[in-house]
């Protein structure tokens, strides 16, 4: 059978994935589970149901997703109910919702559908520099899958680059994926251990480690990332860890992601719990501030 992946998006046109124009294919699942994940539709490696309740209109369809779920999870009591719990994902009430007030949230794509879909961007990479980025999720969390696409990509010789949580199996990367790749972006979020537990759900140690070793590898870019998150990442202690961690690899800069809220709309269709609420952008000066305790 052909490898398939499960994917939530594919953005075309994409210029800040990095170098060019790109196109970003994001991948679902994912080991960390941070509270102001931009994803969240990407953490879970499952496909999952996502319901918009302003769409659903019954008088059209007359309930028709009703009778269609074999486990009873929708029902009907001055709106329509849906038991996410149980939920076993069988996509029969999507076929028959008109309104896509039903929808699923990602969906498998063998390698060849994958390929073909790029080869229709890939003028645009020859003509800007650019060409295909792995997002998610994390990339590695689909690791035979990315080994083969990464392979393809670069015997076509497509520039190539993923987002990483950097919390993976550095053997199987360094073998499967590492050839393969052109750039890395390599998020570091928090310079504690116990910081990194309770905020993304896993210990940052095999992260750091992974990117001390990829520090050291020669033939990649690798660009660290610190997202700032106020009131998590964006501490003073937590900026000048990360800086001098950087500086003990002789790595003098980092590119700072300034906080963006839109993540949180994607909360309530899925039915996931709000873990972080702040629902503004960062000031300028925020971002002076943070910039002034990374340095
Ligand atoms: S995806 Fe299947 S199990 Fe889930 S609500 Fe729809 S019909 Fe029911
Ligand atoms: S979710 Fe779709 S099929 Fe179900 S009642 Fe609403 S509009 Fe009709």
């Given at each position: 059978?052909?490898?398939?992946?499960?994917?939530?998006?594919?953005?075309?046109?994409?210029?800040?994935?990095?170098?060019?124009?790109?196109?970003?294919?994001?991948?679902?699942?994912?080991?960390?589970?941070?509270?102001?994940?931009?994803?969240?539709?990407?953490?879970?490696?499952?496909?999952?149901?996502?319901f918009q309740?302003?769409r659903c209109d019954?008088?059209v369809c007359?309930?028709a997703c009703?009778?269609q779920?074999?486990?009873?999870?929708l029902?009907?009591?001055?709106?329509l109910?849906?038991?996410?719990?149980?939920?076993?994902?069988?996509?029969a009430c999507f076929e028959v919702c008109p309104t896509q007030a039903l929808t699923?949230?990602?969906?498998?794509?063998?390698?060849?559908?994958?390929?073909?879909?790029?080869?229709?961007?890939?003028?645009?990479?020859?003509?800007?520099?650019?060409?295909?980025?792995?997002?998610?999720?994390?990339?590695?969390?689909?690791?035979?899958?990315?080994?083969?696409?990464?392979?393809?990509?670069?015997?076509?010789?497509?520039?190539?680059?993923?987002?990483?949580?950097?919390?993976?199996?550095?053997?199987?990367?360094?073998?499967?994926?590492?050839?393969?790749?052109?750039?890395?972006?390599?998020?570091?979020?928090?310079?504690?251990?116990?910081?990194?537990?309770?905020?993304?759900?896993?210990?940052?140690?095999?992260?750091?480690?992974?990117?001390?070793?990829?520090?050291?590898?020669?033939?990649?870019?690798?660009?660290?990332?610190?997202?700032?998150?106020?009131?998590?990442?964006?501490?003073?202690?937590?900026?000048?860890?990360?800086?001098?961690?950087?500086?003990?690899?002789?790595?003098?800069?980092?590119?700072?992601?300034?906080?963006?809220?839109?993540?949180?709309?994607?909360?309530?269709?899925?039915?996931?719990?709000?873990?972080?609420?702040?629902?503004?952008?960062?000031?300028?000066?925020?971002?002076?501030?943070?910039?002034?305790?990374?340095?």
């Amino acid at each position: 059978m052909e490898l398939q992946a499960l994917i939530f998006d594919i953005k075309r046109d994409c210029s800040e994935d990095g170098p060019g124009i790109r196109t970003t294919v994001f991948l679902k699942g994912c080991p960390l589970s941070c509270h102001w994940c931009q994803n969240p539709e990407g953490q879970n490696k499952r496909l999952e149901l996502s319901f918009q309740a302003k769409r659903c209109d019954p008088s059209v369809c007359g309930l028709a997703c009703i009778s269609q779920c074999e486990v009873a999870c929708l029902s009907f009591h001055n709106t329509l109910q849906v038991d996410f719990d149980h939920c076993i994902r069988c996509g029969a009430c999507f076929e028959v919702c008109p309104t896509q007030a039903l929808t699923p949230v990602g969906y498998f794509i063998t390698l060849s559908e994958l390929l073909y879909r790029i080869s229709i961007d890939a003028p645009f990479y020859k003509s800007s520099g650019g060409g295909v980025t792995l997002s998610g999720g994390e990339v590695t969390a689909q690791m035979p899958f990315a080994h083969a696409l990464l392979k393809t990509l670069k015997k076509k010789g497509i520039h190539t680059a993923i987002e990483t949580c950097g919390f993976f199996n550095y053997a199987n990367f360094r073998k499967l994926i590492l050839p393969y790749l052109d750039l890395i972006y390599f998020d570091l979020k928090l310079i504690d251990e116990a910081q990194s537990i309770r905020y993304t759900g896993q210990s940052n140690r095999l992260i750091l480690e992974n990117f001390r070793q990829l520090a050291n590898e020669r033939d990649v870019d690798v660009v660290p990332r610190i997202p700032l998150i106020p009131g998590i990442t964006d501490r003073p202690e937590n900026l000048s860890g990360i800086s001098d961690f950087l500086k003990s690899l002789s790595i003098s800069g980092a590119t700072l992601m300034p906080y963006n809220p839109l993540w949180q709309d994607k909360l309530a269709l899925l039915n996931l719990p709000e873990k972080y609420a702040r629902k503004t952008f960062m000031s300028d000066e925020e971002k002076r501030t943070c910039i002034g305790w990374f340095n």
